[in-house]
T-cell receptor, first 112, second 112 residues
Framework: DTEVTQTPKHLVMGMTNKKSLKCEQHMGHRAMYWYKQKAKKPPELMFVYSYEKLSINESVPSRFSPECPNSSLLNLHLHALQPEDSALYLC???????????FGPGTRLLVL | GENVEQHPSTLSVQEGDSAVIKCTYSDSASNYFPWYKQELGKRPQLIIDIRSNVGEKKDQRIAVTLNKTAKHFSLHITETQPEDSAVYFCAASKGNTDKLIFGTGTRLQVFP
């Protein structure tokens, strides 16, 4: 398997809901990333995990909670989101930190 | 902090013509420069990258050049085809950090 996969592809949630985004890779990569991308803008880094430990948090609000249960899986738990959090959420992975990052297809999130 | 400027924001070319997109970075310590292509509704896809110990890299119709002194790097696409139409993002990072600083993107349209 040479791809990063993400589920779900689309998600609609209310401001009081709790939901989770899932990212998976089976390439043996030990660094995984969450990005947020608004329309017509570049991706913005949110979190970095290296060897299953959180290494970078780009001052993301606590309503976004990342989790890395194992080396292949990365989750993003969502709670009490705001409409302005609507965006494409991209996961990426790389062999190790500082190496080429490969992106998943993203989850398109709409917060009502 | 690091800043990456990208020009032009839109570029329209006739099929078969060449396209050039230019980026300028601010941090002289940056040493890794990837280019991503993002089609509408799809993931950013790495098309070529270059490290600071190399001045030029080619892959079929795509080439990237790097001028470390001027802190410029450019993407060159020759013999453009309609399927090259997409948004192209340049990015820069330094050392073994994970943070890719993206340019603002160039929307390339190739007309048949």
């Amino acid at each position: 398997d040479t791809e990063v996969t993400q589920t779900p592809k689309h998600l609609v949630m209310g401001m009081t809901n709790k939901k989770s985004l899932k990212c998976e890779q089976h390439m043996g990569h030990r660094a995984m990333y969450w990005y947020k991308q608004k329309a017509k803008k570049p991706p913005e880094l949110m979190f970095v995990y290296s060897y299953e430990k959180l290494s970078i948090n780009e001052s993301v609000p606590s309503r976004f909670s990342p989790e890395c249960p194992n080396s292949s899986l990365l989750n993003l738990h969502l709670h009490a989101l705001q409409p302005e959090d609507s965006a494409l959420y991209l996961c990426a992975s790389s062999v190790t930190r500082g190496e080429t990052q490969y992106f998943g297809p993203g989850t398109r999130l709409l917060v009502l | 902090g690091e800043n990456v400027e990208q020009h032009p924001s839109t570029l329209s070319v006739q099929e078969g013509d060449s396209a050039v997109i230019k980026c300028t970075y601010s941090d002289s310590a940056s040493n890794y420069f990837p280019w991503y292509k993002q089609e509408l509704g799809k993931r950013p896809q790495l098309i070529i990258d270059i490290r600071s110990n190399v001045g030029e890299k080619k892959d079929q119709r795509i080439a990237v050049t790097l001028n470390k002194t001027a802190k410029h790097f450019s993407l060159h696409i020759t013999e453009t085809q309609p399927e090259d139409s997409a948004v192209y993002f340049c990015a820069a990072s330094k050392g073994n950090t994970d943070k890719l600083i993206f340019g603002t993107g160039t929307r390339l349209q190739v007309f048949p």
